[in-house]
């Protein structure tokens, strides 16, 4: 048993010289200061204004109109909900139901502005 730990107490002081002397290398690795090659140089910042803030309603795209009431007119019959980004053609399953945001004169002009077909 003494035997075994002489070799432990060996080990332990090894083990405590390797440690100690990578602590130092670190140590002396992070106090370098990089060289100077030159003076640094930045382009000076441009003040540009900033864009007026836009006032009054959202504009949409050109091909669509506001309903009128909850009700699109004749000549724009497509129906679109701006939360699910989905227009409704006459005939359609939710077509009675839906309220729309917005009307369209045809589907092309409704998914120009970003909506899609509902699937019934």
């Known amino acids: 048993m003494p035997a075994a730990l002489g070799r432990m107490a060996r080990l332990f002081k090894i083990g405590a010289v390797v440690g100690f002397s990578v602590g130092i290398l670190r140590a002396l690795r992070r106090r370098r200061t990089p060289e100077v090659t030159g003076s640094a140089t930045w382009q000076p910042l441009v003040d540009t204004p900033a864009p007026a803030p836009r ?24 129906k ?5 980004k989905i227009f409704h053609v006459p005939g359609g399953g939710s077509y009675d139901r839906t309220v729309p945001d917005r009307c369209y004169a045809n589907e092309s002009d409704a998914e120009a502005d970003g909506y899609r077909k509902a699937r019934r």
């Open 80 to 84: 679109a909900k701006s939360s699910s």
């Open 55 to 78: 006032e009054g309603p959202v504009q949409f795209a050109p091909g669509g109109v506001e309903p009128d009431d909850g009700a699109c007119p004749p000549s724009y019959p497509i």
